[in-house]
C-alpha cells in the first residue's frame, strides 16, 4: 500500500538531483583560454547567488521537515504534572493566612495580605499555547506550509501536516476556553465588568491561524500569528497574577460549569460531525489525503480539553463534592485519556465494514461520542 507513496517520493528526489546536477553542469565549468582567470570570477557572480539560494532553500525545507515531524513536549500525560489534586480551595476563594511566627509579635504588626487561589483554567490555557508556539514553531503561518508542495495546499498531501492539524485542535479547544472565562467564569453574574486582560487573551487568540510576516488578503506586511498567541500568554498569566492577589474574580459557581461544560459538549459533537462526513463520503482506506488532518485536528482538541477540564476539576472542586460529581468526572477524563491513546502511525479511512484497511476516523468519532456523553451526563447532574 506504501508503494505508490515511495515512489512519488523517489521521482521527487530524483527530479531534485537532476535539476541539481544541470545548475551546477552549467555554471561549475571550468573555463578554458588566456582569459580563464576573468572568465572564473564573472563565473563565479553568476555561481554564488545560484547557491546561495540554493542552501537558502534547502536550509528552509531542512528546518520546515524537522518542525513538523518532531513533537516537542508532547504528552497526552502532562496534566499530571500540575498535581491538581493537591489544590484544595476553588478558583477564586481566599486562601488560608499563616499563622503568625510567634505570640509576641508586636500589636502594631502588618496583617499579610489576602491571597486567592489562581485559576487552573487559565495556568493549562496559557501553558497549551506556550506549547503551540513557543516550545515548537506553529506550523500554519510558516511561508514553506504555506507555498504548499509544488503549489498544492499541503492539508492535500499525505504529508507533513499532521502537527499543524494538532496544534489547530488545541488552538480551538484554547479558543473556547477563553471566550467562556471572559463572557461567564470570570464575572460576577452579568452585571460585573469584563477582565481586560482576558479579552486580550480572547480577542488574540481568534486571530487568523495562517497569518505571516506578508500577507496578499489585505496587501501588505502583517503581524504574524505566533506573536497575537505569545501576548495572549501574557494577558492570561497577567489575569492570574491578579487573581492570586484577589484583585480580579473568578466565579465557581454550579450554573457557570454547566453553560462550560455544555459549551465543550456543543464545540466536540460539531468536529464529530466532521468525522462522520469524512469517513462516510470518502473510503480511500490509507490514500485519503484529508483523513489525517481530520483526525489530527480531533485528537488536538481532545488533548486540549483533556487539560482544561482536568484544570476545571480543580476550579469547581467545591461544586463537584457537593454534587457528588467526584466519580462521574473522572470518569469523564478517563475517557479522554482512552481517546489520547489512539495514535496511528498512517492513519486511514476505510469503510466501517471493510477487512483490510481499517477506520481511524470512525474509531476517534466513537471516542469522542463517548466523551460528549459523559459530558452531557455531567450536565444534567448539574441541572439538578
Known amino acids: 500500500m506504501l508503494d505508490p507513496i515511495l515512489t512519488f517520493f523517489r521521482r521527487l528526489f530524483a527530479g531534485l538531483m537532476r535539476f541539481f546536477a544541470n545548475i551546477f553542469a552549467r555554471f561549475g565549468r571550468n573555463p578554458r583560454g588566456a582569459d580563464g582567470g576573468g572568465a572564473r570570477r564573472r563565473s563565479w557572480i553568476i555561481r554564488g547567488p545560484i547557491l546561495a539560494v540554493l542552501a537558502l532553500v534547502v536550509g528552509l525545507y531542512g528546518y520546515f521537515f524537522y518542525q513538523t515531524q518532531v513533537w516537542t513536549d ?14 484544595t480551595v ?21 496583617a499579610p495580605p489576602r491571597q486567592c487561589q489562581s485559576s487552573a483554567i487559565v495556568d493549562v490555557a496559557a501553558d497549551l499555547t506556550d506549547r503551540n508556539v513557543n516550545r515548537n514553531a506553529w506550523i500554519s503561518s510558516m511561508l514553506l506550509y504555506r507555498v504548499g508542495l509544488f503549489g498544492i495546499d499541503w492539508d492535500h498531501t499525505p504529508f507533513f501536516d499532521n502537527k499543524a492539524s494538532f496544534q489547530r485542535g488545541v488552538n480551538q ?48 506586511p502583517k503581524t504574524p500569528t505566533p506573536s ?16 492570586a492577589a484577589c484583585v480580579t474574580t473568578f466565579d465557581s459557581r454550579a450554573d457557570n460549569l454547566v453553560q462550560f461544560v455544555d459549551r465543550i459538549a456543543n464545540d466536540l459533537g460539531s468536529t ?3 468525522l462522520r462526513e469524512r469517513s462516510e463520503n470518502h473510503n480511500g ?12 485536528f480531533a485528537y488536538g482538541q481532545l488533548y486540549g480539553y483533556y487539560a482544561v477540564l482536568s484544570a476545571a476539576g480543580a476550579d469547581f472542586s467545591q461544586v463537584i463534592r457537593e454534587r457528588n460529581l467526584g466519580p462521574l468526572w473522572t470518569d469523564t477524563l478517563g475517557q479522554f485519556k482512552a481517546a489520547l491513546r489512539i495514535q496511528p502511525t498512517i492513519i486511514s479511512n476505510g469503510r466501517e465494514d471493510g477487512m483490510i484497511m481499517p477506520t ?5 468519532g466513537f471516542y469522542m461520542l463517548r466523551v460528549r456523553s459523559n459530558l452531557v451526563e455531567v450536565r444534567s447532574v448539574l441541572d439538578r
Open 360 to 364: 481511524h476516523l470512525s474509531t476517534m
Open 272 to 274: 464529530t460531525a466532521i
Open 74 to 87: 508532547f504528552d497526552p500525560d502532562f496534566v499530571d504534572s500540575y498535581r491538581f489534586s493537591e489544590r
Open 285 to 296: 482506506g490509507w490514500f485519503d489525503t484529508r483523513a489525517d488532518d481530520r483526525f489530527w
Open 228 to 243: 497575537y498567541y505569545r501576548a495572549a500568554i501574557t494577558s492570561l498569566k497577567k489575569f492570574n497574577v491578579d487573581l
Open 173 to 220: 479547544a484554547v479558543r473556547r476556553t477563553t471566550v467562556e472565562l471572559v463572557d461567564s467564569l470570570a464575572r460576577i453574574r452579568g452585571t460585573s465588568g469584563i477582565d481586560n486582560n482576558l479579552q486580550d487573551a480572547r480577542n488574540n487568540l481568534q486571530f487568523d491561524e495562517y497569518a505571516w510576516y506578508f500577507g496578499l488578503t489585505p496587501f501588505g
Open 90 to 110: 476553588p478558583a477564586g476563594q481566599t486562601l488560608a493566612t499563616p499563622a503568625p511566627a510567634s505570640v509576641d509579635a508586636p500589636t502594631g504588626a502588618v
